[in-house]
């Protein structure tokens, strides 16, 4: 690789690494490098082991035009991305039995692909309703007896709210498995209790980029994710520090895609944020994220010297049940005293300290949880961040919205 790829001259070492562990004295790969990369390389960069005659895929990162990073394919990679989303599938227990629902279009980036060719790959039947409207996915899904639907967690909710208003319940009947995708944790565990109750399907959540491709698969027994350990090597770090983090522990994941040559992906900075478990209630061996993906790097604040992520503050406040508004304040009444207080709407007195222990427990953060009247806060429901911060000074803190 080291001959051929330019980008990746100045990065690796000459000799060949002895272990994986040496993989660390390598930098990490910033998309901001890549972008620049591309920029000045265009179309695709110097990040190309072979000649662009063998590459059959090219993707993009989801972003405006300009951000959007170009991520080319060998029919090799390819294959692998292939598997890893059959290895989404089975861990989900679907099979050549099924036939899988994907309702959306195909945009550029690399998740819809990666959906369809993994249903190929496992044998199920795969039901492309792109370009449809939402009534006509319905009416297919009832017509071609869908049992599983591959979708952000949002528009899963979205389908049962207009199969509700349409009379098309039908399309329900048979499924049994929702695959959500694109969405982070805090958003899934709100939408999976409703999403659950209102069809008596399972939820399963997964997670992949167009940059390293599809890394993680659900864990039956514990529920959130394994990373695929087989194909991705995973560092989680302290995004300012970077130091590594522990089991409890919060921090970025930096990826290596292990089978992915074409455009070689060595220590990626994910900028996604996640929880280290320990090991999974299965028993199983790969890296377990329990909370799946909880937020994104730019989103963390530092209160009192730590990092705190809203969307994890977030998943704890919905792990209790909690299915109305809320709203996460960071306040500081003198510079180097950090308050977080959570505006919840709730009635039930016991879930204030509920919620408070399960945040401190979880993030060994100390918060105070604010009963307000049901209706008081806006509820977006989803996809909405209820972040409010008033601190004085601007550091690392992000008005949210
Ligand atoms: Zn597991």
Redesign the pocket.
């Known amino acids: 690789m080291r001959a051929s790829n330019v980008f990746q001259q100045a990065r690796l070492p000459t000799a060949p690494l002895a272990s994986l562990e040496e993989l660390t004295s390598i930098p990490v790969t910033c998309k901001a490098e890549l972008l620049r990369d591309q920029i000045a390389h265009p179309p695709f960069g110097t990040n190309l082991t072979y000649a662009l005659e063998r590459y059959t895929h090219v993707h993009l990162t989801s972003g405006t035009v300009g951000d959007q990073l170009r991520v080319p394919q060998t029919s090799e990679d390819w294959a692998a991305t292939r598997g890893h989303f059959a290895r989404v599938l089975r861990a989900a227990e679907l099979s050549e039995r099924d036939r899988v629902a994907l309702p959306f279009a195909f945009g550029p980036q690399l998740q819809f692909w990666a959906a369809a060719a993994g249903v190929e790959e496992i044998g199920a039947l795969a039901l492309p309703l792109g370009g449809l409207d939402g009534r006509e996915r319905l009416r297919a899904m009832t017509e071609l007896g869908a049992t599983a639907i591959i979708c952000t967690p949002s528009y899963a909710l979205t389908l049962i709210d207009l199969a509700g208003s349409l009379g098309l319940e039908a399309a329900f009947e048979s499924v049994h498995t929702v695959i959500c995708q694109g969405e982070p944790g805090g958003s899934i565990e709100a939408a999976r209790q409703q999403i659950e109750s209102a069809l008596g399907a399972r939820v399963v959540d997964h997670a992949g980029s167009t940059e390293v491709g599809v890394f993680s698969y659900p864990?039956a027994?514990?529920g959130g994710l394994?990373v695929n350990e087989e194909s991705f090597l995973c560092e989680v770090r302290d995004p300012n520090t970077g130091e590594e983090v522990g089991a409890g522990g919060h921090g970025e994941m930096i990826l290596t895609a292990l089978r992915r040559r074409g455009y070689p992906m060595i220590r990626f900075r994910s900028g996604d944020v996640v929880e280290v478990g320990e090991t999974?209630p299965?028993g199983?061996g790969d890296l377990?994220l329990p909370s799946g993906i909880v937020g994104r790097t730019d989103d963390m604040v530092v209160i009192g010297g730590m990092n705190v992520f809203p969307s994890a503050i977030e998943a704890a406040v919905r792990e209790t049940g909690v299915l109305g508004g809320y709203r996460i304040r960071f306040t500081a009444d003198a510079p180097e005293d950090d308050h977080v207080s959570v505006l919840v709407e709730t009635t039930d007195p016991k879930l204030v300290a509920q919620i408070e222990d399960l945040i401190l427990h979880r993030l060994a953060l100390r918060v105070r949880i604010v009963p307000v009247m049901p209706g008081t806060l806006r509820d977006g429901r989803l996809k909405t961040r209820h972040v409010e911060d008033a601190r004085h000074r601007t550091g690392n803190g992000r008005q949210g919205g």
């Open positions: 864990c027994a514990g394994h999974c299965g199983h377990w």
